[in-house]
């Protein structure tokens, strides 16, 4: 993978260029969730590319980004984000996250708007972490930075995928492939990248001050930001768009893949059109 060197950290990410025939092409960016990379688009990026310039990027610590001493915290990968646009040269983008990079979605639309064209949030909260939670995401963190992930994954999985999804064929190779490449990751960064997330403060004070267009996804068996979280996104961002993704959990690219792209390609359209503007 190329790397973008953004406050001495070389940051991972993908780029599928400008389409043939569309060098006018808007650009769409991909922000993974918590335990992944931007490989969690794929689906996404093999439909779109042929009409928008696709892009992800890995987070510190995650995917093919090398781990850092520090910087995992919200605000430090937003400034990331906002790096690598600058690096890549994209002008206004889509902005498309899932949880964590649903996250620095948030932080992007409100603080720095005239990077963004739009803004999909996927399986994303705007409030600090559940207190409930917090403890058991400590200690998974802990087990993985001293035993791995094959321990602990019958209790990591099922926060990050729906039951319908665990219990198919095409979740349980996923699954697979997933705990693969999560086996890849160093174990240190790992722990503090789970740290970075149960550690955010709210944004939602901030949301009202959102002015891309919004479209709002969430998994119905969602349990690690449930549908209540993407609710009061919805509410609190003028004109939010907001729809619920049966028989799907937490990683919704990946459970419902055909349905996520319908919703995004119809989305970014109408964001596109003439019409809108």
């Given at each position: 993978?190329?790397?973008?060197?953004?406050?001495?950290?070389?940051?991972?990410?993908?780029?599928?260029?400008?389409?043939?025939?569309?060098?006018?092409?808007?650009?769409?960016?991909?922000?993974?969730?918590?335990?992944?990379?931007?490989?969690?688009?794929?689906?996404?990026?093999?439909?779109?590319?042929?009409?928008?310039?696709?892009?992800?990027?890995?987070?510190?610590?995650?995917?093919?980004?090398?781990?850092?001493?520090?910087?995992?915290?919200?605000?430090?990968l937003t400034a990331d984000a906002v790096g690598l646009l600058s690096a890549?040269?994209?002008?206004?983008?889509?902005?498309?996250?899932?949880?964590?990079?649903?996250?620095?979605?948030?932080?992007?639309?409100?603080?720095?708007?005239?990077?963004?064209?739009?803004?999909?949030?996927?399986?994303?909260s705007a409030d600090a972490e559940d207190p409930a939670k917090i403890a058991?995401?400590?200690?998974?963190?802990?087990?993985?930075?001293?035993?791995?992930?094959?321990?602990?994954?019958?209790?990591?999985?099922?926060?990050?995928?729906?039951?319908?999804?665990?219990?198919?064929?095409?979740?349980?190779?996923?699954?697979?492939?997933?705990?693969?490449?999560?086996?890849?990751?160093?174990?240190?960064?790992?722990?503090?990248?789970?740290?970075?997330?149960?550690?955010?403060?709210?944004?939602?004070?901030?949301?009202?001050?959102?002015?891309?267009?919004?479209?709002?996804?969430?998994?119905?068996?969602?349990?690690?930001?449930?549908?209540?979280?993407?609710?009061?996104?919805?509410?609190?961002?003028?004109?939010?768009?907001?729809?619920?993704?049966?028989?799907?959990?937490?990683?919704?690219?990946?459970?419902?893949?055909?349905?996520?792209?319908?919703?995004?390609?119809?989305?970014?359209?109408?964001?596109?059109?003439?019409?809108?503007?």
């Amino acid at each position: 993978m190329p790397f973008v060197v953004v406050d001495r950290v070389p940051l991972a990410y993908t780029d599928t260029g400008t389409p043939a025939g569309r060098p006018d092409a808007p650009t769409v960016v991909f922000g993974h969730g918590l335990l992944f990379g931007g490989w969690m688009f794929r689906a996404q990026l093999a439909a779109l590319q042929r009409d928008y310039r696709c892009v992800t990027l890995d987070w510190r610590g995650q995917g093919s980004t090398p781990p850092t001493a520090d910087g995992y915290d919200m605000d430090t990968l937003t400034a990331d984000a906002v790096g690598l646009l600058s690096a890549l040269d994209t002008g206004p983008v889509h902005w498309v996250g899932l949880s964590m990079g649903g996250f620095v979605g948030l932080r992007l639309a409100a603080r720095h708007p005239e990077l963004l064209r739009s803004l999909t949030l996927l399986d994303t909260s705007a409030d600090a972490e559940d207190p409930a939670k917090i403890a058991e995401y400590h200690r998974l963190a802990w087990a993985l930075r001293w035993f791995g992930h094959r321990p602990v994954l019958g209790r990591v999985a099922p926060h990050l995928f729906g039951p319908a999804f665990l219990a198919s064929a095409t979740g349980r190779a996923t699954v697979r492939e997933w705990s693969r490449r999560l086996a890849a990751t160093q174990r240190v960064a790992l722990r503090d990248a789970v740290h970075g997330v149960t550690a955010r403060p709210t944004i939602a004070p901030e949301l009202p001050s959102i002015t891309a267009p919004t479209l709002v996804l969430v998994g119905a068996d969602d349990t690690a930001t449930p549908p209540a979280r993407s609710d009061r996104i919805a509410t609190l961002i003028p004109h939010a768009h907001h729809h619920v993704l049966p028989a799907c959990g937490h990683s919704s690219s990946l459970e419902q893949p055909d349905l996520v792209t319908d919703h995004l390609r119809r989305f970014l359209t109408d964001v596109d059109s003439p019409a809108v503007h």
